[in-house]
């Protein structure tokens, strides 16, 4: 079985030998950008190239990237832990042209793009082409979109036509955020179910339907347009490809796994876990697993993030990731019944499992763990008080809603990011006003 460092080299090595220059991940946090706070996706690093306000010093790029979806157009939280493949932090493997019209023989469009993502994931990876279905952009009329009949044509080439599939603007349409480059995109999804539920129900009835074996695990994208602040879709001066892979979900197919949480990737983490409040993962539904897999998942953005120069604050970036880390605080004290704070003891955890790949946590280990561990104590503080509180608001709460005042005290009073209030009002039938 190969393991995730294994797993991300071969994909580096790969766009290597298709002519392309490795380079690094952007910080998460993104500091120039108006329209962003944090790294949502690979291409986020190339945004003046795809727009044509800066030119490219390479044609061909791939990477690893650390990315954050946590909030704004891109927002996975809710399903995070309560799922086993949506995180708050991911590495998105991908490779990028950034088309030149000048010299158009050094970028690649859709025949490339698709032949390679085929060769790489069946050929490399060996994943069998029978569980695998790809989708195609099936036009917009209200955009005054066409459907993506080139891309349809190229896939042909290599997969059955029954498994190529038409997708909306949701699915097939990617946008960066509200404005910025866009384009039509092709996702390849897997079907990790076993034979016998697979000649039941057809797979590609489940793709794109929530089945949590039934996963997305590559987008490539287009780029043709910008979308505009007005809302309009205006033509970029070149083509450009931008593929995203999301290495923690290639990871789990690859090593055969139902869940990410299974993979060598989050392993670590949660057997540290578990030591630390001496309880067993048992890779269910429970609110002991979920809560294990929430941690597992937010320690890496928390840490992460840190390492990449944004403090916990209670303004802009710096709140989300207090938001993030007051969450997880909440999952161990009521969940795994650890009153301490706990997250800051899996620093090194992680420091040691990414030194090759993102070494700037090991780097700053000591700094990263005493800001957790200084925000876990100080959410402790006032979070047992704060549960009592909600707990009395929500007995009195009229028609399953709690007011907008008792959130507000929560947040002011007691620290609940709302998301945290909404989330505990969640779990006990009511919602947040
Ligand atoms: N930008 C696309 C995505 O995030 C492909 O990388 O899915």
Sequence with gaps: MMTSAEIRKKFLDFFVSKGHTIVPSAP???KNDPTLKFTNAGMNQFKDYFLGNQKAPWSRVADTQKCLRVSGKHNDLEEVG?????HTMFEMLGNWSFGDPANPAAGYFKKEAIAWSWELLTELYGIPKDRLYVTVFEGDKDSNLPQDTEAQNEWKKWIAEDRILLGNKKDNFWEMGDTGPCGPCSEIHVDCRTDAERRQVDGAT???NDHPQVIEIWNNVFMQFNRLKDGSLQPLPAQHVDTGMGLERLVRVMQGKQSNYDTDIFTGTIAAVEKIVNKKYTAGDSKTDISFRVIADHIRAISFTIADGQLPSNTDAGYVIRRILRRAVRYYYSNLDYKQPLLFQLVPVLAEQFQDVFPELQKQHEFVAKVIKEEEEAFLRTLDKGLKKIDDIIQQ???KVIAGTAAFELYDTY????????????ENGLTVD
């Design 28 to 30: 998460i946090v993104v």
């Design 82 to 86: 309560v799922d086993t493949y949506h």
């Design 206 to 208: 489940l793709v794109n």
């Design 397 to 399: 709460s009229v028609g």
């Design 415 to 426: 620290g609940f990011p709302v998301d945290l209030t909404r989330l505990i009002a969640t």
